[in-house]
């Protein structure tokens, strides 16, 4: 398969990441478990806060994620 291959699967992988991020529900998932956008801004610069603030950026950019789920569909059916 060759670098090009791997690289190719790698970013898909990440692609799959951030689309799993994307999807959680503030109400619903984050909010519970203290992962609210609120929590974040007045704490410290702790992991958990910089997981929730990546969380939200990525709601931010559901478009390019869209957009970059078709390439990636568009490449899967044309090369397998």
Known sequence: ??????????????LLLANAVAVLNEDRFLA?????YADSVESANTLKKRF???????QCF???????????IGYKLIYG
Do not use: D, E
């Open 1 to 14: 398969m060759g670098v090009v291959g791997s690289v190719i699967r790698l970013s898909q992988g990440i």
């Open 32 to 36: 519970p478990r203290g992962w609210s």
């Open 52 to 58: 929730t603030r990546l969380a939200f950026s990525l």
């Open 62 to 72: 559901r478009w390019i994620l869209i957009l970059l789920n078709i390439a990636c």
